[in-house]
């Protein structure tokens, strides 16, 4: 089995408190400001197509095949995690298709990742004024990264998702305030059905303006709710 070198940076803190509502997810900062979480406001770029396809498939299928996705994504997260971590046992306890997502993403781990520095790691920016939990925290090829990882039922064009690339870039800027260490590297690794995984390469200066713009007009919309 692989073994990954692990380097704990410290942020200041284990966890932020958070809270769920209709509107979204808040973290709560140390210093007691509640910021919206990066994919809340992301989400308004998705409204307006999300509204149509439960109106195509009806609320029940859309709910059912909603919870389908995120169960699958929560466990996914979880094993590659374990993985990570060296444990031995990491895939014990999990379903066939969740080892069989880790199975196909596993060369990608092993081949790019040289060090980790953080697993599902909640961040905040006080310049973005923005929170979020960070999948990974690691080496990629060298080369300090923020990675996401994914799973999707089809391959997904480059230009279909851009909050996954504004969502990386945000969570740099949020590192680099909570620990002084600039990120500029970005990846999205996504395991993806009857298909081979997929890796799309991103930085964060690419993408960071335009999530700036994405996050006024969300607040913008929030006066006007």
């Known amino acids: 089995m ?3 070198i692990h380097e704990k940076i410290d942020i200041g803190y284990e966890k932020l408190d958070r809270t769920d509502s209709p509107d979204g997810r808040r973290y709560l900062t140390l210093d007691g400001n509640a ?3 990066v994919t809340t406001v992301l989400g308004i770029l998705s409204e307006e197509s999300i509204a149509k396809w439960r109106k195509r498939v009806g609320e029940e299928e859309a709910n059912r095949i909603g919870q389908r996705a995120a169960t699958r994504g929560t466990a996914v997260h979880s094993l590659i995690e374990k993985y990570l971590q060296n444990d031995p046992d990491c895939r014990e306890g999990f379903l066939p298709h969740v080892v069989q997502s880790l199975e196909n993403l596993k060369p990608l781990l092993d081949k790019h990742v040289t060090k980790v ?3 599902e790691v909640p961040l905040y920016s006080d310049h973005l004024q923005l929170a979020g939990t960070c999948d990974a925290v690691v080496e990629w090829d060298g080369v300090p990264t923020i990675v996401d990882w994914k799973t999707s039922r089809r ?3 480059k230009a279909n998702i851009p ?3 504004m969502q990386l870039a945000g ?6 305030e909570r620990t002084g260490m600039p990120i500029n590297q ?3 690794v996504m395991d993806v059905d009857d298909f081979h995984p997929v890796m799309y390469k991103e930085t964060r200066d690419a993408w ?3 999530l700036i713009e994405v996050r006024d007009e969300y607040n913008r919309r929030q006066l006007f709710h």
């Open 163 to 165: 909050g996954y690339f």
């Open 171 to 176: 969570y740099a800027v949020m590192w680099e």
């Open 117 to 119: 520095y953080a697993q």
């Open 186 to 188: 970005t990846r999205i």
């Open 35 to 37: 910021y919206p979480s």
């Open 2 to 4: 692989m073994e990954f």
């Open 208 to 210: 960071i303006e335009k």
């Open 155 to 157: 391959p997904k064009k």
